[in-house]
Structure formats: structure tokens, C-alpha cells
């Protein structure tokens, strides 16, 4: 029997039941993945940072496989004006930051900034926490199946710009892919696509989990962004 997850009576499962075949491959990135491979920022040993969580969520759209992402306003501090996962910190009420914190957090972060019905998805899998080193964030990607779509749209335009869906199809193909350069020298992948361009920390997981699922197409590295200060 396979639970969808529901953050409203306290009740957040794993499952990897039912999954549609084609995510197999994501299955298998989240079993086998090491934090180095998804990224050079690891939490400090310290344990300083602040508990965050985003939530990765795999549709089956029109043209196949897809991932909801939204657009941060772009009067926030933080990441302005960034397409990113939903997600945010975690709250006192989501629980324990070691278990199962991070899996309400991304659900109710996804619900707060783009309307989503939690109990449509199905969380079937956890990434190693990653860093953040401009914000400060310890960050646990967590991935889910939208079993049951729900409509999404902006919740508060204070927070969140827009709400969309991109193809994987689109993520994966060459014409599409990048290389953003920042002024303070640093390099990352990005993706320009749905008018929008998709760098940094988002960017960096979507792109690690194409590449170890099998679904990355060679496309030309040299193809250059600018970035400015501001970002």
C-alpha cells in the first residue's frame, strides 16, 4: 500500500512503491549518490547553519517527465529575482532536523509558496545535505512523485514571482544548457529555460541529477552567462 504524504495530521512517509518506471534512474541516484558528487559545499563540521529544506518534485506532464520550480520575488534578500525548489528553513514544528524534519519542511514550504496539496505527493527519497555558503543554509533535497497534481500558482507575490513546470526534456536538451560566470570567478551550470535562467545552487542539483540518472546529453560547456554583483 502506498501512503501519499500529508503534512496537516503529522503523518510523513518514504515510499518507494509505485513509482512510474522512468524514475527508476532518480531511485537509484538517491541509493547510491555521495555528497561529494553532488557538490564541493558540505555542511560545516561545526554543525553552524541554519536547517533548511527543498523539495524536488517529478510530475508526469504533457511532454513526459517534469519539475516544478518557482520564481523568488525579486525584493527578497536573499536569492532574488532565483528560479529555486520550493523549500525554506526549517520550523520548530516541522521536528527533528536529523529525521524527519526536513521532509515536512519541504512539503509545507511547498505548500505555503505555491499551493500545493501535500497529500497528492509521494516523497520517495532524501539527498545528502549540501551548504550554502552565501546564505548560510544546510539544505536536505527531498524528492517526490506528484502522484495526484494539484493546481499551483503564486500564493504570496511577496515570496514567490511565479510557479512553473519544466520538461525534463527541455533541462536535458544541449540548446538549452550553459555555463554561468560570475564575476567573483566561480563557474556553475545553468539552464535557460520557460524565460527564465536556472543557476546556482538549483541548477548545480538538477544538473548532478541528470548526469548520474543517465539522462544528461552532451552539450557545449563553453556556451557563457555573465552574471552580475547583484546575483
Known sequence: ??????????????????????LEPVVRVVETVEPLELSR???PKSGAGRQSAVLILFGDGERGPELLLMERASSLRS????????GGALDPEDGDPQADGPLRA??????????????????????PKLYIPVSGFVVTPVLGWWRVPSPVDVVDPNETAR?????????????????????SGHRGPAFLVESALVWGFTAGIIDRLLHFSGWERPWDRGK???LDWRS
Open 1 to 22: 500500500m502506498t501512503r501519499a504524504s500529508d503534512t496537516r495530521d503529522g503523518s510523513v512517509v518514504l515510499s518507494k512503491d509505485g513509482l512510474p518506471g522512468w
Open 41 to 43: 559545499f558540505l555542511p
Open 79 to 86: 536569492h532574488a529575482g532565483q528560479p529555486s525548489f520550493p
Open 106 to 127: 519541504a512539503l509545507r514550504e511547498a505548500e505555503e509558496e505555491t499551493g500545493l496539496d501535500p497529500s497528492g505527493v509521494q516523497l520517495f527519497g532524501v539527498l
Open 163 to 183: 510557479v512553473f513546470t519544466v520538461p525534463v526534456a527541455d533541462l536535458t536538451n544541449p540548446d538549452n544548457r550553459a555555463t554561468t560566470v560570475h564575476p
Open 224 to 226: 557563457q552567462v555573465p
